[in-house]
């Protein structure tokens, strides 16, 4: 059974650091596509960034400088890190990854809130 459990999520000043990790068990995330979402209140979940097979990125444009995403193979982890975070990075950050296999798993999320 795959599961992702996402961590490192909390409250920050605008300008602050934070860094999510993703933990994946069933499936061998250094040969699946990964991902980082989130989702603000009343609107839709967006891709915030992306890593695939062969470790290449892709960031959605609000974050790109900002954060960055790994992966740790020999942990079996994905992380999100978000450095000088501004307040409309608030939303929940959820982690997914799409298997060889064309399935598609995600996290429970984690909370961000930027505040100050």
């Known amino acids: 059974q795959v599961q992702l459990v996402e961590s490192g999520g909390g409250l920050v000043q605008p300008g602050g650091s934070l860094r999510l990790s993703c933990v994946v068990s069933?499936?061998?995330?250094?040969?699946?596509?990964a991902g980082w979402y989130r989702q603000a209140p009343g609107k839709q979940r967006q891709l915030v960034a992306a890593?695939?097979?062969?470790?290449?990125?892709d960031y959605g444009d609000s974050v790109k400088g900002r954060f960055t995403i790994s992966r740790d193979n020999a942990k079996n982890t994905v992380y999100l890190q978000m450095n000088d975070l501004k307040v409309e990075d608030t939303a929940d950050y959820y982690c997914?990854?799409?298997?060889?296999?064309?399935?598609?798993?995600w996290g429970q999320g984690t909370q961000v809130t930027v505040s100050s």
């Open positions: 890593i695939t097979s062969d470790g290449r990125t």
């Open positions: 997914n990854t799409l298997t060889v296999g064309g399935i598609m798993y």
């Open positions: 069933g499936t061998i995330i250094g040969n699946n596509r």
